[in-house]
C-alpha cells in the first residue's frame, strides 16, 4: 500500500510540474521591438516610474528631499512591527527547512550537478549580498553604537565594557542570520520554481502555486514591478553608500574634497566600469570580480590580524558570537521598545534595506545555485556567510572598539564623517597607507561587482525571466543604476544618507507583504516535488 500511495504521490507531482509548463507557455507576452526583447507592460511601466522619478528629483530636490523623508518615517513609525514579524519568520522558516522532509529536494532535478565550484559558489554570493555594506559599516557601526552617536541598542551604556560587547553583538545581529534568510528564501524559491518547474527566472514564478495562471496577469505584473523599483532603490542605497565611502577615503589620502561632485564622479566611473563587465556576462564578469573581491578582502583581514591588536581580535570573536547570541531575542522584539531610536533608526532600516536587495540578491544566487539540494543550499548561504560575517566584523569592529574605548585616534571621539571611519581605523595601524589604498580597491570593486550583477537581474525580471537578453537591455539598466544612486546623492543634498536609507524602506515596505506569502507559495511548491526525491 505503501508503494502504491509514493507511486500515486509521484504521478501527482509531475502532472502538476507540466501543468506549470502548460499554463506558462500561454502566459507568456514578451514583445520585441528595436532589437530589444522585453516584458509587457513589466518593463515600460518600471522604465518609467524609475525615469519619472529622476526627472522631478533633479527638478525640485528640496520636494524631493521632504517627500523622502517623509516616507521614510511614515513607513517605519507605522509598519516597523511588519519588517519585524516578516523577517523574524524568514528565520525560523529557513530553518524549518533544513529539518524537514523537502530539504531533499535538489534543483534542477534528481541528477542535476552544481556549475560552479563550492568556492565560487559562496564567493560570488556573499560578493553580491553583503560586500559594499560591510565595507561602509564593519567599523562605523560599532563605534556608533559603542559611543551613542544614534542611541544605543536596547540602551545599553555608552563608552562602557558592556556598552562595547553589546554594540559588537547589535552589529552582528544586522549582518547575520536575518539578512541571509531573506535572502535564502527569495534565492530558494527562484531557483525551485525555475529548474524544477521549468517556470521562467523572475519573482512571479515563485506564486505560482498560490496564483495558478494569475501569475501572468496582472498581480504578476504588479510582483515583478515592485520587484524592479525595491531591487534599483535598494542597490542605488548600497551604491550611493559606496560613492560616499570612497571619495571619503579619497579626501583622507590626497585631499580631494568629499562632496556631492566627488561622490557623482566615482558613480559615473564606477557605472563606466560595470557596463564593460555586464557586457561580458556572468562568467567573464561577475564571477571573475567576486573572486578577486574574496582574495582582497581575505588578504586585508589577514594584515589587520597580524599589524593590529591580535589578542584582542581573537577575544573579540568570542564576544560578537556570545553577544549575538544571547541578545538575538531581545533585539528581534518591537513591542515596548525602550531604545525606539535605535530600533527605528537602525534595525527597521537595515530590514527594510536588505528586503529591497532581496529580488536583486536572491535571484543572482538562484542563477548560480542549480544542482544544490535545499539543505545544502540553505545550510550554505544562511550559515557560512554569518559565520564569515563574525570574523569580519571581530576584525574591524574589534580594532575600532579597541581603539574608541583606549582613546586612540579619531574614533575615540565618535563619528565624525561617517564615510571615514575606516581610514580612520587604519590610521593608528601600521602600513596605513598601503590598507587606505586597498580598502578604497575594495569599496570599488564591491561597487562593481554589486552594479553589473544587480544590473544582470533586473534585465532578467523585466525581460519575463530570460537570462539571455539583448546586449543594450543590460547596459540600460546598469546605466540606471547608476544614476538613480547619484539622484538621490543629489536629492537628499547635506543629507544623502537619509534620502538613501529613505528609498529602500519605502520600496522595501510593500515587498515585504510579497516575501512573506512568498514562503507559503515555496512550501506548497516544494511539498509537490518532495516525491520525486
Known sequence: MKGVNQQGARAEAIAITAAYDTDYQVGQDNVKLMGLDVHNPVFGISAGLILMFIIATLLFPSGAKEALTGARGWSIENFDWLFMIGCNLFVVFCLALIFLPVGRVRLGGVNAKPEFSTLSWFSMLFAAGMGIGLMFWSVAEPVA?????????????????????????????????????????????????????????????????????????????????????????????????????????????????????????VIIIVTGVALFSVARGLDGGVKLLSNINMIIAAALIAVIIVVGPTL???????????????????????????????????????????????????????????????????????????????LWMSVMGGTAIEQASNGVGALANGIGDVSQAMFQMFENLPMTGLLSIVGIVLVLVFFITSSDSGSLVIDSITAGGKTDAPMPQRLFWATLVGIIAGTLLVGGGSDALVALQAGAVTTGLPFTVVLILMCLSLYRGLKSEVHLH
Open 145 to 265: 553604537y559603542y559611543t551613542n552617536w544614534y542611541g544605543t541598542p536596547l540602551n545599553a551604556p555608552a563608552n562602557t565594557p558592556e556598552g562595547a560587547s553589546m554594540a559588537l553583538g547589535a552589529t552582528m545581529f544586522h549582518w547575520g542570520l536575518h539578512p541571509w534568510a531573506i535572502y535564502g528564501v527569495v534565492a530558494l524559491a527562484l531557483a525551485f520554481f525555475a529548474y524544477n518547474k521549468g517556470l521562467p527566472l523572475t519573482i512571479r514564478s515563485a506564486f505560482y502555486p498560490l496564483l495558478g495562471r494569475h501569475t501572468w496577469g496582472p498581480i504578476g505584473h504588479l510582483i515583478d514591478i515592485l520587484a524592479v523599483l525595491a531591487t534599483i532603490f535598494g542597490l542605488a542605497t548600497s551604491l550611493g553608500l559606496g560613492a560616499q565611502q570612497a571619495a571619503g577615503g579619497l579626501n583622507y589620502l590626497f585631499g580631494i574634497a568629499n562632496d556631492l561632485s566627488t561622490q557623482v564622479a
Open 312 to 390: 584582542a581580535i581573537f577575544k573579540t570573536m568570542g564576544t560578537v558570537v556570545s553577544s549575538y547570541a544571547g541578545n538575538v531575542v531581545a533585539l528581534s522584539g518591537w513591542i515596548d521598545r525602550e531604545d525606539t531610536t535605535w530600533f527605528h533608526g537602525w534595525t527597521v532600516f537595515y530590514w527594510a534595506w536588505w528586503i529591497s536587495w532581496s529580488p536583486f540578491v536572491g535571484m543572482f544566487i538562484a542563477r548560480v545555485s542549480k544542482g544544490r539540494t535545499v539543505r545544502e543550499f540553505i545550510t550554505a548561504v544562511l550559515l557560512i556567510p554569518t559565520l564569515v560575517t563574525v
